[in-house]
Structures are given as structure tokens and as C-alpha cells.
């Protein structure tokens, strides 16, 4: 059975960074897409970033974009996601996902940006 364990969050200040990652076991890690979503308290979950399984293209939400980056290392099963220049509205439980909705959930991980 597929696992994913998110590890990296914490509390850091506005214009921080974090670095998120994601191990995954019990599937082939390659083959899957990879995706982070977050979500904050009285919001609906939200796509961050996805990374494809093949020819490395990656995507981000528009409210991300130029602060976040998405990479995985196919050898150690994890995916990360960096995130820089923090704003308080991205503090939110970070998940990481493979396979899309119906696929393998992490635990998710809470971000807090606040000063």
C-alpha cells in the first residue's frame, strides 16, 4: 500500500522560506505525477504545484508563482517544495499527493506565516 509523509513545515515570518519534502513508498514513485496542495481553515483545498511523472514539466498556481518551486528525486522517492518570500496567506496545512484525487495523501504538514 502507497505511502506519502510530508515533513518540513513549521512557523517562520513573513518573507521566510521553507523547504517541504515528501517521501513516498509502497508504489513506483517515478511513474506518478506529484502534486502539493494546501488548505486553510475555512477554505476549500487548493492545487500548489505538479511535477509530471515524465519529461519533468511542472505547473503552479497562479498565487505561487515565482515563489514556490516543486522538485523531486526520482533516487529517494521524495518530492519538495521550496517556498520563499512567505506571505501570511499561505499558511494552511500542506499536503503532498500522487495518482490526482483518488490517489495516495499524505498526513499534510502545517505552514504558519506570521510575524
Known amino acids: 500500500q502507497g505511502q506519502l509523509v510530508e515533513s518540513g513545515g513549521g512557523l517562520v515570518q513573513p518573507g521566510g522560506s521553507l523547504r517541504l519534502s515528501c517521501a513516498a513508498s509502497?508504489?513506483?514513485?517515478?511513474?506518478?505525477?506529484m502534486r502539493w496542495y494546501r488548505q486553510a481553515p475555512g477554505k476549500e483545498r487548493e492545487l500548489v504545484a505538479h511535477?509530471?511523472?515524465?519529461?519533468?514539466?511542472?505547473n503552479y498556481a497562479d498565487s505561487v508563482k515565482g515563489r514556490f518551486t516543486i522538485s523531486r528525486d526520482n533516487a529517494k522517492n521524495t518530492v519538495y517544495l521550496q517556498m520563499n518570500s512567505l506571505k501570511p496567506e499561505d499558511t494552511a496545512v500542506y499536503y503532498c499527493n500522487a495518482g490526482g484525487l483518488l490517489g495516495y495523501w499524505g498526513q499534510g504538514t502545517q505552514v504558519t506565516v506570521s510575524s
Open positions: 511535477f509530471s511523472s515524465a519529461g519533468g514539466s511542472t
Open positions: 509502497g508504489f513506483t514513485f517515478s511513474s506518478y505525477a
